[in-house]
């Protein structure tokens, strides 16, 4: 049950697991030749994962807290908020600020901010989609704008740096079920592009990418099963969970 995904500066890939904890893949020459994923202690689940602009791993734990966590043993070194209970995670790429959904227990994106300085709060309702159950976020590369997932219909919003009432920019195909999502890196062939990833609809697995205006729309991989989270390293490769 592959849930976060995130790849650090090095290129070692961190992959959240919902059964079996963490997992650490280090960067090889091509699949066959990959060293096999090791297993890293967790205390707790991780869901969603991200790399602050501190080179810190951050991690929403299934315990409702937030942590950072060492990349090395997988345990967290340092609790940084309780009480968020957040799925998906995105990083602000001119703040350092901390985006989370709340998936079931709401429509909302929550924000902490601080964290480059240590002195943390954090905002429960610093912006909504309306009528949704959020889960994957991502903002895009420039900072000004954040992109969240409808799980149940199909839904993409984009959010502004104010916050507040998301504006419907895409939906997908009934059934696509979109949850992680990830923007193209600037100077690669996806740049200009975001790319979401299904989970449990009739849809599931598949791959769409979508123009960062909301259109085209295009189908690039299928015949996969519960897609969940997505994301680009710093090399600009597409990454996905299956």
């Known amino acids: 049950g592959p849930t976060g995904i995130v790849a650090l500066q090095d290129g070692t890939v961190l992959v959240a697991d919902s059964v079996k904890g963490l997992y650490s893949f280090q960067p090889g020459s091509a699949c066959p030749l990959s060293p096999p994923a090791a ?42 908020w309780t009480g968020v209970n957040g799925l998906g995670m995105a990083v602000d790429p001119l703040t350092g600020d901390l985006f989370v959904t709340h998936c079931c227990l709401g429509p909302n994106v929550g ?23 959020l889960d994957g976020l991502a903002w895009s590369c420039d900072g000004n704008t954040l992109l969240v997932v409808s799980l149940r219909t199909n839904e993409i919003f984009k959010l502004t740096r104010s916050g507040g009432t998301g504006v419907l920019l895409v939906t997908l195909p009934s ?34 990418e979508i123009g960062n205006s909301g259109a085209p729309v295009k189908l690039i991989a299928s015949g996969g099963k519960k897609g969940d ?14």
């Open 175 to 208: 059934g696509t079920e979109p949850d992680g999502i990830a923007f193209g890196k600037a100077g690669t062939v996806f740049a200009g592009h975001f790319f979401v990833n299904s989970e449990y609809g009739p849809l599931g697995g598949t791959v769409y």
């Open 111 to 133: 924000r902490i901010s601080g964290i480059l300085s240590g002195s943390y709060t954090f905002n429960a309702t610093w912006g909504t989609a309306p009528n949704t159950q």
């Open 39 to 80: 297993t890293l202690l967790t205390t707790v689940i991780y869901f969603g994962l991200s790399v602050g602009l501190d080179g810190n791993v951050y991690a929403n734990g299934d315990d409702g807290n937030v942590y950072i966590i060492s990349p090395t043993t997988g345990l967290p070194t340092k609790t940084v």
């Open 229 to 242: 989270f997505v994301s680009v390293d710093p090399q600009g490769n597409l990454l996905l969970t299956q």
